[in-house]
């Protein structure tokens, strides 16, 4: 099975503008979290969607936000980008159906820079 | 908050030697835990998984073992060889909730 994709890869953009970043699940996962990851941090959790419904959702600013499609793919926005949104933004999928089913697996990341 | 710490920032070991990376939770309802190792420029890379209802896991070449006691989780690794010089992350799960993530543990290991 091929595993979690995201585009792009890479990404620059400068404050103020708006970013859209996407993830393509693992075939069969329905549940798909977002993460930020910056130098120093641990993963900070953004939300989860499961059956294009937000399940969870971290502590950020309503500036971030996401939606998922009925095929389980997934993509987060990012409004009015500022320098600290600089961060490798990590996706991950499983196939979150019950309590067995919750593991996790991370996708390459989207690497943003914020000019 | 939930917090999920690591007593060690960063870890060196000689080649062939055993490594253990530790992680401190602080949950006590939390009862599923996974072990990730994070490559440089890659994404975080399953290693192995417990739950709570176990206290020691084994895989190949890398054991878990959980203390609910003392809110302890703690990542053997077996003849540790340099691939596996990476960052380890530990992370926590309580049924319906997001997963916690502690910072990391950089290990580094010597030829």
């Known amino acids: 099975k091929a595993g979690v994709t995201q585009t792009p890869r890479y990404l620059i953009k400068t404050r103020g503008q708006q970013v859209t970043l996407s993830c393509s699940p693992i075939s069969g996962h329905r549940s798909v979290s977002w993460y930020q990851q910056t130098p120093g941090q641990g993963l900070q959790f953004l939300f989860e969607y499961f059956s294009e419904t937000q399940r969870n959702k971290g502590n950020f600013p309503g500036r971030f936000s996401g939606r998922q499609f009925s095929n389980s793919r997934s993509e987060m926005n990012v409004s009015t980008l500022e320098l600290g949104d600089s961060a490798l933004y990590l996706c991950?999928?499983?196939?979150?159906?019950?309590?067995?089913?919750?593991?996790?697996?991370f996708g390459p990341g989207t690497r943003l820079l914020v000019l | 908050g939930e917090s999920v710490g690591l007593h060690l920032p960063t870890l060196s070991v000689q080649e062939g030697d055993n490594s253990i990376i530790n992680c401190a939770y602080s949950n006590s309802a939390s009862d599923y835990f996974i072990w990730y190792k994070q490559e440089s420029g890659k994404g975080p890379q399953f290693i192995i998984d417990?739950?709570?209802?176990?206290d020691k896991r084994q895989g190949q070449r890398v054991t878990v073992l959980l203390n609910k006691t003392v809110k302890h989780l703690s990542l053997q690794i077996a003849a540790t060889q340099p691939g596996d010089s990476a960052v380890y992350f530990c992370?926590?799960?309580?049924?319906?909730?997001?997963?916690?993530f502690g910072t990391g543990t950089s290990l580094t290991v010597i030829p």
């Open positions: 417990i739950r709570s209802n176990m």
């Open positions: 992370a926590e799960n309580e049924a319906g909730n997001q997963f916690y």
């Open positions: 991950a999928s499983s196939l979150g159906g019950g309590r067995t089913e919750e593991t996790q697996y």
